[in-house]
């Protein structure tokens, strides 16, 4: 139906500069002199360029876009470089170039919609470099280049639209958190640190006598080649803080700061303790109880980078999570609505509610504010403890869990 309203639009434009062509030829007949055949001879050659672009065939331009950011992140600056080419070499005055995003992005890529007007004149190929600024979080996706191209007066216009998918990931902000060890509750009411030996199996640091239980993969089969002695490798010992993060998915003014905060904690403890967990209350999310690999860190960052608000979506965390929680260390909640329905649905999921440390992310507002600070209150009178957290404190959020 577009490509038919078109070519109904394209086809009246031509008629219409052929009507001014031909008024302007009856009327240097009819009225002669020089002033009128003047008229026409300058009239003749920008009637011709916009009859010759009616018939420029704009479907043979391609497009290239390179994505040169190769991660971009909540609030950065995403740079695009893109190539478009032509097989003939025709004169192009005024060429309007954008992008199209897909039906359905977020307004903010709508209102930055890159567009910019070029003379391409007779080049063949057209080289645009540009930024996006100020990135929201999420996947995004190019679906194509809308070019238009203009005659001098505006007499003729003709658009192509030209597919070339790309989408972007933009992941959510991180904060350096200093993230310190923290300490438990066995359910007798006696504190542990939260701390498990894991070997490193990557990296062998030396070599021991074979003893009863190691693994053969451990086995120094050269050693044995050599001596016929069984050796075994030796491993550095890693220790692990084993804890799991779960994400308040509701509808919340500070969902994005949530995120930020989510995400800090899981880089921070992936990359200090090496074993970590992730869920979220939204439905589709995708559980990662034990992230030990590169490819699970990806896998839960993704998530993250995609994840929005769920309404009302946190109450059945028993039914979909109690098995998780329950095998899991320590559960350390993010969210913005610390209230006593959502914080019993957590509770119900762990042995000993006192392990739980729940951050709730303070907005801005003064009414919200107060309110989330009372939940703050009924929560602590129910031995749940919840640390309130502005993002300017996120650096030191465990600082706070230490002290108590």
Known sequence: ????????????????????????????MFQGGQVSWT????????????????FYPLQHITAERIVQTSNAYTGGKLSVR??????????????????RWRDGQKTFLKEQRPTRVFIFGFRKVLDWRYEIEQLPRGEHTFEGVEVEVVDFFGWMRKSQFIPVKSTILVYPKTTDIHLLPVNGHKDGGSAIALFNRMKNTTIATGLRDYQAGD???????????????????EFEDRRVQEMTLLLDSRPSDMFEAQVELTASILKKGFQQFGNIGLLSTDREGQPFPNILTEEQYRQAFIHLANVQPTEDAAFWLAKRYGNVFRQAGTPIIITG????????????????????ICFAVLPSDHATRTRILADIRQARKRGIVVHAMTQERF????????RL
């Not at 639009?9 to 219409?16: A, I, K, L, Y």
């Not at 008229?39 to 009616?54: D, G, K, N, Q, R």
């Not at 609505?337 to 392990?355: I, K, M, Q, T, Y």
């Not at 650096?395 to 230490?402: D, I, K, L, N, P």
Request: hydrophobic share 50%.
């Open 1 to 28: 139906m577009n490509n038919i309203r078109k070519l109904i639009v394209s086809s009246s434009r031509f008629v219409f500069v052929l009507l001014i062509l031909l008024l302007a030829f009856v009327y240097a």
């Open 39 to 54: 008229i026409f001879y300058m009239v003749l050659p920008f009637a011709s360029y916009s009859l010759l672009l009616f």
């Open 82 to 99: 893109l190539l478009l080419k032509r097989p003939y070499r025709f004169p192009l005055l005024y060429t309007i170039v954008s992008e």
């Open 215 to 233: 693994r053969m993969t451990w086995v120094h089969w050269k050693s044995f080649a050599r001596t016929q002695k069984l050796m075994s490798k």
């Open 337 to 356: 609505s610390p209230d006593e329905r959502f914080l019993e649905s957590v509770a119900s999921c762990v042995h000993n509610p006192r392990a739980i």
């Open 395 to 402: 650096g030191s959020a465990f600082e706070e869990v230490t």
